[in-house]
């Protein structure tokens, strides 16, 4: 059974649906949750009875005891001022009004049926008076629900209220003690809370007409007797044993005598398994949410699992993201054909305005055709702009690197070193592209000629898409082929055919990776490969660089880099793959990776932790580039002093080495894996730090590259990688590459 088929299985009279937030800073996607919840709710009652009616609460009538990080400036001096007094920081309205305009945009978006309220108002129109004074009057009854709930005695001088201060205009610094039946005694306290001061002024004052605030726990049940309110979720915090709800049920019950309304607790939701948290920075905002999904996508999103369940919503490097579109589908499906009641229930009450059929191609499809060229027109004739809109917001900031798909201007790098039957293959699709239109007759026959060639079909395909864009895997070869210009596809495979000057080796061919075999400069310890097998080391030698302290466009790209990392968390980072062979390789050498942490670690920690990038010199920040979108460690070094050969061993008892930006010499322990010249050591623990005679400056002319790999970060990862930091640093330091090489454990 849906579960809101459930929940309400026994209500079918006149109900009152009731739910409520504190316009006081960002909207979480989480904070959605309860709003689409209640909705679904009472579009389910209303199937049953017409006069059931739902309401939404702004609270803001509570004081602001927290900013967000941009209004810390210019709002710290209203702490402890009421939401809705407080000023809002455009200047329209108050603060309450400026979060409250926000969150009913997406009600609007979402089709939020509920008839907002704001609970300032009720104080002031003198709607909770009567519940004010019924409080006063019971307030023993209330402080013994406290005890009885939290197990320990209230003091007699605490009131069930707040007043607002005549003299300073500060709520959550005052304190009621004392109630004669028409006015209360109260003292505006300098310490009552840690993150306002009251200004000591004490008096008598009416508590009536929008002067007094009863706390959450007691305003909680005097708004179901006030609203008749009889069915309210909340979430999983407040409903916890303990909780905000335990307390308020029993003045509810014990206080107001009455029955309580129907309750039920959902699950938050979670990223990378934490609850988001607007104050934490996890998570998405509710607008971001609202760019990456349809309004029917994000309400099917909420409703699709049962309220009790957590729902784990990691879109950054996932495909969580299609496949809940596939889901969506699947429950249109259900709908339309009649297969799955319950799910087709779902996808009615996932709907905004009128029930549409959503798109039957599949959202990935749809992405990739975004990304093709010419693919427009395609996409207008089966009437998939809207989906395409999302698709592109998709591809731009959550999809993995493995879902986009841009064709590169330049002939790749990858693609001179190509098998020569794949550069054969490219020749025949070459040769008889002009004899192909229909996209399905050309996939088939991209096999056929794959077969003659007695090529696998999986190197035939990863000639193409390494041919135009520069990885191994794509879209559908032949949409993405004919959604390109012909010309311009024929002359691109014909570089790769035509050129014989580059190629690899017998033993390159097999292995797919430019092997460096060049013992003069740098070799692997036999035992050191012996013990760790899946060891490679990429080394190039760059020369006649000019280094630079800083460079504007290279500025932008570390920026525009930056924004995509907004959202990234160290509990994410360290699910890297990449991350966790680093830690790995660290715990075998026995060096604690919470204390050094591998480079590409360090790098990505700081940005999660919004700390920000240095900027070192052009070199430096050119490779670090390459670094963090990759997760892999890449080392440059002044040329000119090192002593050669080079060799990556073990480190031995009593070597010691004087690190970067250090003053004194740090000792090796026996089993470290370092890079070694002839005159010592010149880095530690394969990525951690560097030594200071090697390090790379303004006066350096010529660069000893590395890239570190271990494990899941394969050798032709390595070539990758160590081919994209010397391309930005060529980019930014101008040079000459001289050397380019993978050396292995293998």
């Not at 329209?92 to 926000?102: A, H, L, P």
């Not at 948290?277 to 099917?300: N, Y």
């Not at 590409?600 to 050119?622: F, H, M, Q, S, W």
């Not at 990758?720 to 293998?746: H, N, P, R, S, W």
Request: glycine residues 8%; aromatic residues 12%; proline residues 4%.
């Amino acid at each position: 059974m849906f579960w809101a088929d459930k929940i309400l299985e026994k209500r079918a009279g006149e109900e009152v649906i009731n739910d409520s937030w504190t316009p006081s800073g960002m909207i979480h996607m989480g904070g959605l949750k309860g709003p689409i919840l209640h909705s679904t709710l009472f579009r389910v009652l209303k199937e049953k009875n017409e006069d059931t009616s739902f309401i939404f609460g702004f609270d803001d009538a509570d004081p602001i005891d927290g900013l967000p990080l941009d209004l810390v400036d210019s709002h710290t001096k209203y702490m402890g001022f009421p939401i809705s007094i407080a000023p809002s920081p455009d200047g329209d309205g108050s603060f309450g009004d400026y979060f409250g305009k926000k969150m009913r945009k997406l009600f609007d978006a979402l089709n939020i049926e509920a008839k907002i309220y704001k609970t300032s108002e009720l104080y002031k129109d003198g709607t909770f008076d009567r519940a004010i004074k019924f409080v006063l009057d019971g307030a023993e009854e209330v402080r013994k629900a406290y005890a009885d709930v939290y197990k320990k005695d209230v003091k007699k001088d605490w009131f069930p209220l707040q007043v607002i201060c005549p003299n300073c205009g500060k709520l959550g610094t005052t304190k009621v003690t004392g109630w004669n039946g028409k006015e209360i005694d109260f003292c505006c306290e300098e310490n009552l809370v840690s993150w306002a001061k009251g200004c000591g002024y004490c008096g008598k004052m009416s508590p009536f007409g929008g002067k007094g605030k009863m706390p959450w726990k007691v305003e909680w049940p005097a708004k179901w007797w006030t609203l008749g309110v009889t069915i309210e979720g909340a979430g999983k915090d407040h409903m916890s044993a303990g909780g905000s709800y335990d307390v308020s049920k029993k003045i509810y019950t014990d206080v107001f005598k009455k029955e309580l309304p129907l309750s039920f607790a959902y699950e938050h939701f979670l990223s990378h398994g934490k609850k988001m948290s607007s104050s934490k920075g996890i998570g998405l905002t509710g607008e971001e949410l609202l760019e990456m999904l349809t309004p029917q996508v994000a309400r099917f999103l909420m409703i699709k699992t049962p309220p009790n369940q957590a729902i784990e919503f990691t879109p950054w490097s996932t495909d969580i993201i299609p496949k809940l579109y596939d889901d969506y589908q699947k429950a249109a499906d259900a709908y339309f054909e009649k297969k799955d009641n319950d799910l087709g229930r779902i996808f009615n009450f996932s709907q905004v305005g009128e029930i549409k059929r959503p798109p039957k191609i599949r959202f990935s499809q749809i992405a990739q055709w975004e990304q093709m060229p010419n693919m427009k027109e395609e996409i207008k004739k089966e009437n998939l702009e809207e989906w395409a809109k999302y698709a592109r917001v998709w591809i731009e900031k959550y999809a993995p690197e493995s879902d986009k798909f841009a064709v590169k201007k330049e002939l790749p790098e990858e693609a001179r070193r190509l098998l020569p039957k794949q550069k054969e293959f490219l020749k025949k699709v070459s040769t008889e592209l002009n004899k192909e239109s229909d996209a399905e007759v050309f996939q088939k026959n991209l096999y056929e000629w794959a077969k003659e060639l007695d090529l696998q079909s999986k190197e035939a395909f990863s000639a193409i898409y390494t041919a135009l864009l520069g990885k191994d895997h794509g879209p559908k070869a032949s949409w993405l082929i004919l959604s390109l210009d012909r010309k311009f596809v024929q002359n691109r495979f014909s570089q790769i055919y035509s050129n014989d000057s580059n190629h690899y080796s017998d033993e390159e061919e097999k292995k797919g990776f430019q092997l460096l075999e060049k013992p003069e400069i740098f070799s692997i310890d036999k035992e050191l490969k012996n013990k760790y097998p899946s060891i490679s080391v990429g080394v190039a030698i760059i020369k006649e660089v000019n280094i630079q302290k800083e460079n504007k466009a290279l500025e932008k790209e570390k920026k525009d880099l930056l924004e995509l990392f907004t959202n990234l968390t160290t509990e994410e980072l360290g699910q890297y793959p990449e991350v966790i062979s680093y830690r790995k390789l660290y715990k075998a050498m026995g060096v604690d990776w919470h204390s050094r942490r591998p480079s590409p670690e360090a790098l990505l920690r700081r940005i999660a932790l919004k700390k920000g990038l240095y900027t070192i010199n052009t070199c430096v920040d050119a490779y670090n580039l390459a670094v963090m979108k990759n997760r892999v460690s890449v080392g440059a070094f002044d040329l000119d002093k090192i002593q050669f050969p080079t060799i990556l061993r073990f480190a031995k008892e009593g070597e010691e080495i004087l690190l970067l930006g250090d003053e004194n010499p740090t000792k090796y322990k026996d089993g470290e894996i370092a890079y070694f010249d002839q005159a010592g050591g010149f880095n530690m623990d394969f990525n951690f730090r560097d030594a200071q005679r090697t390090a790379v400056g303004l006066e350096t002319k010529n660069v000893f590259i590395n890239v570190d790999g271990i494990y899941d970060i394969t050798p032709q990862k390595v070539e990758e990688v160590l081919k994209q930091a010397c391309d930005l640093i060529i980019k930014y330091c101008g040079g000459k590459m001289e050397l380019f090489g993978v050396e292995t454990g293998e």
